[in-house]
């Protein structure tokens, strides 16, 4: 039979557990406290260290401001703006900290020189003299290894583009020997032949021999386009007008009882000269693209019958 444990063995054990179970938070916080990284502090993301730049950069400016002359003033300004720019983005606590040293003895150099002391003035003339010989020491550096090191290679896509410019600048004119394209097709080419493509841009028919398109061809293309859109607009404007014309004479009749020569008369006449010149063009295009369509027939007529040829004369070799 065991007897049951006194009250004191109880308590104490209890008290053990209890200890064991509030020293495990704390346990818990120092371990992860030391896997644990350390925050980083982004010093241009802090306010306390954007208020002390700014604080230290309108000091220096004010002092430039009470310089004894004033092309000393507007070249240690320009100094102090540029320093700043170009340190702006600092993230080394080391870096930053020694910026702000060399700015703040800059300002207790500029208030000495403010105050007329001859030798700190003379020191600010030497730093930026210094400062100009090293920025044209550093430029003609840069512009000597500019011309020193080899031109970057051209991607593919860049070849490309530099191609497409050249061919487009040397097809900006008309060939002094190119023929008519309704001449073709020609009895005897160099190479195989070439199959044009009857292709239509918006009504405005042209054959295409090959890629890319010659300039001269697109400026064709585009004045033809332009001036027929020009007439539809001018034929819609009229349109327009006829309206107006008719209530004129409208008025006309009413007021004085009719002119001899109204006003839709002219409306109508150069509304009929408008869509004449369409009609005109459009017929033109259309006689146009039926000649290109038999030339690429009879291109593809001979292009069969030479590469018959050609099978026959392999198979005979």
Request: net charge positive.
């Amino acid at each position: 039979m065991r007897w049951p444990r006194s009250s004191s063995h109880m308590t104490a054990r209890g008290e053990d557990a209890a200890r064991r179970i509030t020293a495990q938070p704390k346990d818990a916080k120092r371990l992860r406290s030391l896997f644990e990284m350390h925050k980083v502090l982004v010093p241009r993301l802090s306010g306390i260290h954007r208020f002390a730049c700014l604080a230290l950069y309108r000091a220096l400016l004010r002092r430039c401001a009470k310089l004894p002359t004033t092309a000393l003033d507007a070249d240690v300004k320009a100094l102090v703006q540029q320093k700043f720019h170009r340190y702006r983005n600092l993230q080394s606590p080391s870096q930053t900290s020694n910026a702000l040293k060399a700015g703040y003895e800059a300002l207790d150099l500029l208030h000495s020189a403010s105050q007329g002391h001859r030798n700190d003035v003379e020191r600010i003339t030497t730093l930026i003299s210094q400062s100009r010989s090293m920025k044209q020491e550093n430029a003609s550096m840069q512009r000597a290894l500019t011309a020193a090191r080899p031109p970057k290679p051209l991607s593919p896509k860049q070849r490309k583009k530099e191609e497409a410019k050249r061919f487009q600048a040397s097809t900006a004119r008309r060939h002094p020997d190119a023929t008519p394209i309704l001449c073709r097709p020609r009895p005897v080419v160099r190479g195989g032949r070439r199959v044009p493509v009857l292709v239509s841009a918006r009504g405005i028919p042209f054959l295409r021999i090959k890629k890319p398109q010659p300039m001269v061809l697109s400026g064709v293309i585009r004045s033809k386009l332009e001036t027929r859109w020009r007439r539809v607009e001018h034929r819609e404007m009229l349109n327009t007008e006829l309206l107006f014309a008719r209530d004129e004479d409208m008025w006309d009749r009413l007021t004085t009882g009719g002119e001899p020569a109204t006003w839709i008369e002219a409306v109508e006449s150069s509304l009929k000269e408008v869509s004449r010149l369409i009609k005109v063009t459009d017929y033109k295009n259309k006689q146009l693209a039926e000649a290109m369509w038999k030339v690429v027939l009879a291109e593809r007529k001979l292009a069969a019958e030479e590469e018959s040829r050609d099978r026959l004369a392999e198979k005979k070799s």
